[in-house]
């Protein structure tokens, strides 16, 4: 499982809301993403982090901050959440030692009301 | 240029018979097509992956089979089980330069017993 967990695995919030989800790696990979998982959609880039105060947008960053301040911390913030932020939300890391495989971490179940 | 399309949304299979997943892509410069499966309530799991230098790559029951110059891959499943019901998911990269993933919005395989 590459070591990765994510906090919490399950989230209700009201609209307007912050949250902030938390995606932790145990093996120092230097590459870490976040995803949204929609039906119909399949995984979508929020964001991702190259290094450590490293990051930039992914295909549906609007809404959505990160940060990244050691290696085996990913933070993704909704500083305002919305119900169309309600979706399951993975992080993943690349392995460069396996041919550059992204590997994911077990989701978060995030609803907003 | 950057999307990948995947058929079908939905497929149902009979015990032993064969899934056929397919995907198509646009951008030329795509060099590495991996499909992940994803099991309820769990992020999505590398199954097998492939370059475009070679046409055909075999790992048990898991087959995918790539046509360059129609710009599409596909996924055989043979002698499908119960087990193998899942969601379904390819992707591109163009992995020799360390770029994100592109996925298909997936497809959700039953396996009838």
């Known amino acids: 499982d590459a070591g990765i967990t994510q906090s919490p695995r399950h989230k209700v919030t009201e609209t307007g809301t912050p949250v902030t989800l938390r995606c932790h790696q145990t093996?120092?990979?230097?590459?870490m993403y976040w995803y949204r998982q929609d039906p119909g959609h399949g995984l979508r880039l929020i964001h991702y982090?190259?290094?450590?105060?490293?990051?930039d947008k992914g295909e549906v960053s609007d809404g959505y901050s990160v940060s990244r301040s050691k290696t085996e911390d990913f933070l993704l913030t909704l500083e305002s959440a919305t119900s169309s932020q309600t979706s399951v939300y993975f992080c993943?890391?690349?392995?460069?030692?396996?041919?550059?495989?992204?590997?994911f971490g077990p989701g978060t179940r995030l609803t907003v009301l | 240029q950057q999307q990948v399309k995947q058929s079908p949304q939905s497929l149902i299979v009979q015990k032993g018979g064969i899934s056929i997943i397919n995907c198509a892509y646009e951008?030329?410069?795509?060099?590495?097509f991996p499909w992940y499966q994803q099991f309820p309530g769990k992020g999505p799991a590398l199954l097998i992956a492939i370059r475009p230098d070679v046409s055909e790559k075999k790992e048990g029951r898991f087959t995918i089979s790539f046509n360059k110059s129609a710009k599409q891959f596909s996924l055989h499943i043979m002698d499908s089980q119960p087990g193998d019901s899942a969601t379904y998911f390819c992707a591109a990269s163009m992995i020799g330069y360390g770029q994100n993933f592109v996925f298909g919005p997936g497809t959700r395989l039953s396996v009838l017993p």
């Open positions: 993943a890391i690349r392995e460069r030692s396996r041919n550059n495989e992204q590997f």
């Open positions: 982090s190259y290094g450590v105060k490293d990051t």
């Open positions: 951008n030329t410069a795509f060099d590495y």
């Open positions: 093996e120092n990979h230097r590459y």
